[in-house]
T-cell receptor
Framework: GAVVSQHPSWVICKSGTSVKIECRSLDFQATTMFWYRQFPKQSLMLMATSNEGSKATYEQGVEKDKFLINHASLTLSTLTVTSAHPEDSSFYIC???????????FGPGTRLLVL | EDQVTQSPEALRLQEGESSSLNCSYTVSGLRGLFWYRQDPGKGPEFLFTLYSAGEEKEKERLKATLTKKESFLHITAPKPEDSATYLCAVQTGTASKLTFGTGTRLQVTL
């Protein structure tokens, strides 16, 4: 149980384009989803927390107009990187936790390369 | 501000050579301490949650313990497939978010 998927696993795009990443909880209802980014050989940095049906809460220093998060259902959250630039290239990972559980279960990650 | 420090940064063991990884934390109001395993290019895989000092949990060759200031992940007779980065994270106060340490990269050789 507690499986989280992400799509796509890899994406390459041109500078200035927008990229959408999907995060799905496959076998549980995720009341809260989280989005992280991870640079090589570094730990996970939380970007934002989203509760189903509410606006996301962004961490300090994360541009909410650049990283659009939608959590419209209990099984799906999306992260859209708008007007991507090479410095946005990173490994993006989502996690999900369900009602009355503290544990976050992570997706497999999406590697974004902006050319 | 919550702080989580993991040591060592990297650890190389021979197969069967037991050892421990350390996670020290400075937080206000610990709700839970989490251990994850992360393989290269993949998302973290949940291992354990510990809630109170004195608590211990085991899974195969891994055993996690918790005190008021730190947690240990003991690896008994490791195998090459235990090679990964081990991350610890804390959850505090009323927030559900996790604060991660920088991880310990473990390599187990034959």
């Amino acid at each position: 149980g507690a499986v989280v998927s992400q799509h796509p696993s890899w994406v390459i795009c041109k500078s200035g384009t927008s990229v959408k990443i999907e995060c799905r909880s496959l076998d549980f209802q995720a009341t809260t989803m989280f989005w992280y980014r991870q640079f090589p050989k570094q730990s996970l940095m939380l970007m934002a927390t989203s509760n189903e049906g509410s606006k996301a809460t962004y961490e300090q220093g994360v541009e909410k107009d650049k990283f659009l998060i939608n959590h419209a259902s209990l099984t799906l959250s999306t992260l859209t990187v708008t007007s991507a630039h090479p410095e946005d290239s990173s490994f993006y990972i989502c996690s999900a936790s369900g009602q009355a559980q503290e544990t976050q279960y992570f997706g497999p990650g999406t590697r974004l390369l902006v050319l | 501000e919550d702080q989580v420090t993991q040591s060592p940064e990297a650890l190389r063991l021979q197969e069967g050579e037991s050892s421990s990884l350390n996670c020290s934390y400075t937080v206000s109001g610990l709700r839970g301490l989490f251990w994850y395993r992360q393989d290269p290019g993949k998302g973290p895989e949940f291992l354990f949650t510990l809630y109170s000092a004195g608590e211990e949990k085991e899974k195969e060759r891994l055993k996690a313990t918790l005190t008021k200031k730190e947690s240990f992940l003991h690896i008994t007779a490791p195998k090459p497939e235990d090679s990964a980065t081990y991350l610890c994270a804390v959850q505090t106060g009323t927030a559900s978010k996790l604060t991660f340490g920088t991880g310990t990269r473990l390599q187990v050789t034959l």
